[in-house]
């Protein structure tokens, strides 16, 4: 069974960068479609971007232009970087995998 660990969110200013992590651990990680969502404070979880095993990605169109996302398969591990951030892009962000695995999540706040 696939597990995931979300990392690397924190408290930025407007206009900054961070980069999350997601470390799968388990049998068979490396062969999932993986994805990020986020749910703001008081809002539904929402889709942001998903990326297949071979590295075909997709983006919501609030993160499109400043969002990347990436994998490397050989450490199973899923990256958002996430730059020009905005005050609305305060959310926890969760990790999913195959569209049914999901992290702990990590949060993200920025600050205006």
């Known amino acids: 069974q696939v597990q995931l660990v979300e990392s690397g969110g924190g408290l930025v200013q407007a206009g900054g960068s961070l980069r999350l992590s997601c470390q799968a651990s388990?049998?068979?990680?490396?062969?999932?479609?993986m994805s990020w969502f986020r749910q703001p404070p008081g809002k539904q979880r929402e889709w942001v971007a998903d990326?297949?095993?071979?590295?075909?990605?997709n983006y919501a169109d609030s993160v499109k232009g400043r969002f990347t996302i990436s994998r490397d398969n050989a450490k199973t591990t899923v990256y958002l970087q996430m730059n020009s951030l905005k005050p609305e892009d305060s959310a926890v962000y969760y990790c999913n995998a195959g569209g049914f695995i999901w992290g702990q999540g990590t949060l993200v706040t920025v600050s205006s």
């Open positions: 990326i297949t095993t071979a590295g075909r990605a």
């Open positions: 388990g049998t068979a990680a490396s062969i999932h479609p």
